[in-house]
């Protein structure tokens, strides 16, 4: 996997998403990218990440939402391509999926970050179960 397309993806679901007060420290983790920083930083995926995040551009799902198809249709209609990067504290390969596979990898994970669009579209869930579509339209 391209590890360009993962820090890009990582840094601007972080610059977007994410509230000013945690920003600086999650940004840090990515600048060096090393296994460990890597692995903090997925670490924060499964919990504290939700409770950074950006309520202007973070939306809870609803009960109805909360199955893979469900949210693969809140994607595409937002605009998601037909891959995205998924980072996952249980996926022993962060990387670049076909969006379908990439949300069907959600279940085994406790904490995920399924990017779409890079700092425009992505979904997460904690490892608290707590789901979320990102949405960030361009300026």
Same mark, same amino acid.
Do not use: C
């Given at each position: 996997?391209d590890s360009t397309?993962?820090?890009?993806h990582?840094r601007a /679901?972080?610059r977007?998403f994410i509230?000013s007060? +945690? +920003? &600086?420290r999650?940004?840090?983790l990515l600048e060096e990218?090393?296994?460990? #920083? *890597?692995e903090k930083f +997925?670490?924060?995926?499964a919990?504290?990440?939700? #409770? =950074? $995040?950006d309520? +202007? *551009?973070a939306r809870?799902?609803a %009960?109805?939402?909360?199955?893979?198809?469900a949210?693969e249709?809140? $994607?595409?209609?937002?605009?998601? !391509?037909e891959s995205c990067?998924?980072? =996952?504290?249980a996926v %022993?390969?962060?990387?670049e @999926? &076909?969006?379908? %596979?990439?949300?069907e990898?959600?279940?085994?994970?406790?904490?995920? $970050?399924v990017?779409c669009i !890079?700092?425009?579209?992505? @979904?997460?869930?904690?490892?608290?179960t707590?789901?979320y579509?990102? #949405?960030? !339209? !361009? /300026?």
């Open positions: 996997m397309l993962l820090q890009e990582a /679901a972080v977007s509230t007060s +945690r +920003r &600086a999650l940004l840090t990218p090393t296994a460990r #920083h *890597w +997925r670490q924060e995926l919990g504290g990440f939700e #409770h =950074s $995040l309520e +202007r *551009w809870p799902l %009960t109805g939402e909360q199955n893979p198809k949210v249709q809140l $994607l595409r209609a937002a605009g998601a !391509p990067v998924v980072f =996952s504290d %022993t390969d962060d990387g @999926y &076909a969006l379908t %596979t990439g949300l990898l959600v279940g085994i994970a406790q904490g995920v $970050l990017s !890079p700092g425009v579209l992505a @979904y997460h869930e904690s490892e608290n707590d789901r579509l990102l #949405h960030r !339209p !361009p /300026a």
